[in-house]
């Protein structure tokens, strides 16, 4: 079966993760749905309760607003079962108006024969999940005019979030009367202890050491590389390429034994698709003169201009967009690109225009015999002396340039 949860907090997003609108997320046994509504789009509370919820004393139930403050303070992870008198969307509201951080709801009666699903999977092409529910055209219903037409469930389960000093029996005692009901839910409390993440997350990244041809650590690392290996530092940021990943570590790999033949010293390297920068630094610490990194994503050029000031390397590294790489006639001796293998087949006809007569083109990002087929099938009408090594079902594939 499909279940639907209906998360929300006082901004309208994620409450740890901000995620985006809505987000499936698929376990063996069903689908979960996380819908995250604005204000804008949820159920509003009536406009008299909302004046006297508004005139109520609260100071014995702050309501936090700002992130730091939320993520640094002690929550009280509270599970309830929405009192039978009230819909779960309203005592939701409600919570959320009388201090709650966040309201996360679910189908009390989920995989039970009684389960009411809100979402089936994504249609054909589609990233948007699409409501079950029709309207009397058969049309799926918009979130508004499913919430208008009905409550969400009529049995829901509710985790809610709150301070580490709210009282919350009192708040759920305003609830309780604003909503007019004499029915109090029951309820228990977990109390979350405060982490610092940041350490925690730092303490479990570890340098990464790629065989013996890179040594990359984080600005929180004071490791040294081993004798002999070359050494990169990355400021972690929302750009792809830590080198954790077997496609990264098989482009430096492919990308060293290039440099230690001395074919390419003292050429510049495409790195097409460069996230982070990584591997055009990787090539530029081989023995590169300079590297170009095209990425479709300004944040990406961003945080590889960031890592190349980071390795002293700013003066031999350029982050261009697609539209500015393909707006130049430049040819490269070498290039490498680390994407997907579909989005790489698309890729063929700028890839080929971008490395000369004679030069090499190593790709990755594949996963699996066939895709690797599929993207020596797209490449060889430019391409030939094909070569592919696999790790851990990741394949790199490296081809020359045929004469032009």
């Known amino acids: 079966m499909y279940v639907g949860t209906y998360n929300r907090n006082q901004e309208g ?26 204000l804008s789009a949820a159920v509003r509370l009536p406009v008299g309760v909302r004046r006297s919820v508004n005139r109520r004393e609260r100071t014995h139930h702050p309501r936090c607003s700002d992130d730091d403050e939320v993520l640094s303070t002690p929550i009280q992870l509270v599970s309830m079962q929405c009192p039978s008198a009230v819909s779960a969307e ?16 679910s189908d009390g009666d989920r995989d039970t024969p009684k389960e009411v699903p809100l979402y089936q999977a994504h249609p054909p092409g589609s990233s948007t999940p699409t409501l079950i529910q029709v309207d009397d055209a058969g049309e799926p219903l918009t979130w508004a005019e499913y919430l208008d037409a009905r409550h969400i469930w009529s049995n829901a389960t509710l985790e809610v979030g709150f301070g580490g000093g709210v009282n919350v029996e009192s708040v759920l005692l305003d609830a309780a009367a604003t909503a007019e009901t ?26 990464v050491l790629i065989s013996e041809s890179l ?24 750009a792809f390429g ?24 003292g050429t ?6 460069s996230g ?26 961003r945080i590889s201009r960031i890592n190349a000031a980071a390795n002293g390397m700013q003066g031999r590294f350029e982050a261009r967009s697609c539209e500015e790489e393909e707006a130049l006639d430049t040819k490269y001796p070498l ?14 006809p700028t890839l080929a225009a971008k490395t000369q007569p004679g030069g090499e083109l190593v790709l990755s990002g594949i996963w699996g015999e066939g895709q690797a087929n599929t993207v020596k099938e797209a490449y060889t009408a430019h391409f030939e002396n094909f070569s592919e090594r696999v790790e851990d079902g990741w394949y790199v594939i490296s081809a020359t340039r045929r004469g032009v």
């Open 276 to 301: 982070s920068g990584v591997l055009a630094f990787a090539a530029l610490l081989y023995g590169a003169s300079d590297a170009v990194g095209v990425e479709i994503d300004a944040e990406a050029l």
């Open 182 to 207: 004499d029915t109090l839910p029951r309820f228990t409390i977990e109390a979350l202890v405060a982490r610092d993440w940041v350490s925690e997350v730092q303490s479990n990244w570890p340098p």
């Open 242 to 265: 830590t080198g954790e990943h077997a496609t990264t570590q098989l482009c430096c790999e492919e990308l060293k034994k290039r440099f230690d033949g001395g074919v390419y010293d």
């Open 268 to 273: 510049t390297l495409l790195d097409y698709g």
């Open 90 to 105: 309203f005592w939701s509201e409600l919570l959320l108006e009388y201090g709650a951080l966040y309201v996360s709801m």
């Open 335 to 348: 290039v490498v690109a680390n994407i997907l293998a579909g989005t790489l087949a698309q890729l063929e």
């Open 13 to 38: 997003h994620n409450f740890l993760g901000r995620m985006r609108t809505s987000v499936g997320v698929l376990t063996a046994k069903r689908l979960v749905i996380l819908a995250l509504l604005p």
């Open 215 to 238: 040594f990359i650590r984080f600005p929180w690392h004071t490791e040294e590389a081993p004798d002999g290996i070359p050494m990169l530092t990355l400021q972690p940021g929302m």
